[in-house]
């Protein structure tokens, strides 16, 4: 298969070396893996896929032209004495491996059958944790999805191999559970679990959500973790350890997302619109007046016909992100930034206070008025961050929301919600350009004083 020259083949123990030191590499597996040196991409930056082998053991493939250039020479001869020929499995099938090859070499619209059972373990982590830290402030995991990416997979195929991986199952989704946000979570749902405080997290988990409780996947990890951990094992005997260890993270990724599901019912909000919602800076909770935005408060229950993005620029020293938009009613606003721009015209360094952002509307001639630059740019970023999704909405509620904890290198500043009737939302959130650096609060300017006030779009999806 011509394909394969583009690939060399490796032991699956060279893989040892790298996760046997996390505090120098750092190595993710999924539908393929990656390993990055000290410095993440220094020293090595490759990816690689596993490949069964007809003896059963596993062999890694690398691409090429990763290994040449991305990877130092000292850590090329690590790779060297595990390096294997093609001809021993050239002609042995594996389709899981024939379907990496469509999706990551060929690049001929191959999807795969089903998303990869880690990627989606990940996603409905995340997706639980960003629907409780919205809901409630607090995650039902005590860890990030993507730190699952350094799960310890199975890397050779025997009993030991197997029985080791669900011991780092278990350190996740047995002992990750955030019992304290657990019982806040209880307290909303209006759900009494008695004796919570004596049981253990998963236990407590368990009497929480009593429909998981009969998923015996949890069992499952619980049993081959204490075959790791409390017995006195036996000989490792051949088992097909990554195909039954990838089938148990699928059958782990069904009671998450019906975890999922229930946190989306009882606390009345989406997956999408949580992960974004949970995505912006921490805001306060009430809304802030605005005597800038009058223009768009006359506009609420009008629909949105049109929207470009566009940079504004009046005083030659000072461009604005605007995002003017047409109503159905023939009305067109540019919703643009504003700042003390005289501050900002000053020689002498600015405290960090000075330079507040706020947004503003204008009508459309008086934004004209400025020169507008044309920037294909941040007409592609716009386009490519909200796809325009509002068009044809109608626009039901204008928020503003101080942002609550302020960068140290960021001044105070607001988002703006244009809320639209279906319950979705853009939002605009304000950033700056000035070729700054901060120190001790103090902004120092460079000798050009470039400034751009800029805007970040973020579509909230209904579900």
């Not at 461009?319 to 606003?333: H, M, P, Q, S, Y």
Request: net charge neutral; charged share 30%.
């Amino acid at each position: 298969m011509e394909i394969l020259r583009h690939l060399v083949f490796f032991n699956s123990d060279i893989l040892h070396v790298y996760t046997g030191r996390p505090d120098k590499y750092h190595v993710e597996f999924g539908h393929y893996g990656r390993i990055g040196g000290e410095i993440y991409g220094r020293e090595i930056n490759i990816r690689f896929a596993l490949r069964e082998l007809p003896n059963n053991e596993l062999a890694v493939a690398v691409f090429i032209p990763d290994l040449l250039t991305r990877t130092k020479e000292k850590e090329r001869l690590k790779w060297k004495c595990f390096e294997l020929h093609l001809s021993e499995f050239e002609n042995h099938p594996d389709p899981d491996f024939d379907e990496w090859i469509a999706i990551y070499l060929k690049e001929n619209d191959v999807w795969p059958k089903q998303e990869a059972p880690l990627k989606k373990l990940i996603e409905h982590v995340n997706f639980a944790n960003a629907i409780t830290r919205v809901a409630i402030d607090c995650s039902i995991f005590s860890f990030a999805g993507n730190e699952l990416r350094r799960l310890l997979i199975p890397l050779a195929n025997h009993t030991h191999a197997y029985e080791d991986a669900h011991r780092e199952l278990y350190r996740y989704f047995i002992d990750g559970i955030d019992k304290k946000c657990l019982k806040k979570l209880n307290a909303i749902r209006n759900v009494e679990v008695a004796n919570i405080d004596e049981m253990r997290s998963f236990k407590a988990f368990m009497y929480s959500f009593p429909h998981l409780n009969q998923i015996k996947i949890f069992e499952k990890i619980s049993e081959q973790r204490a075959k790791s951990v409390h017995e006195r094992r036996i000989t490792a005997e051949p088992y097909p350890a990554l195909k039954k260890f990838l089938n148990d993270l699928e059958d782990l990724a069904q009671p998450i997302e019906l975890l999922v599901n229930t946190l989306e019912r009882e606390l009345s909000i989406g997956r999408n619109k949580a992960m974004a919602l949970d995505y912006l800076p921490n805001f306060k909770k009430e809304t802030k007046e605005s005597k800038q935005l009058k223009l768009l408060f006359n506009l609420v229950g009008k629909k949105i016909i049109r929207a470009r993005a566009v940079v504004l620029d009046k005083e030659s020293k000072i461009k604005r992100d605007a995002l003017i938009l047409k109503f159905e009613n023939e009305a067109e606003v540019a919703i643009t930034l504003n700042a003390n721009t005289e501050l900002l015209a000053k020689k002498e360094a600015l405290h960090l206070s000075d330079l507040a952002i706020e947004f503003i509307d204008m009508e459309i001639n008086a934004a004209f008025t400025a020169r507008v630059l044309s920037d294909e740019n941040l007409e592609s970023i716009f386009l490519l961050t909200t796809e325009y999704s509002f068009l044809k909405k109608k626009l039901s509620n204008i928020r503003i929301h101080e942002i609550d904890k302020p960068d140290e290198v960021l001044p105070r500043r607001y988002l703006l919600f244009l809320d639209f009737e279906d319950g979705s939302s853009l939002v605009l959130e304000p950033t700056w350009n000035i070729g700054h650096k901060v120190k001790n609060g103090i902004v120092h300017l460079h000798e050009s004083k470039s400034v751009h006030l800029q805007m970040i779009p973020r579509f909230i999806y209904v579900k």
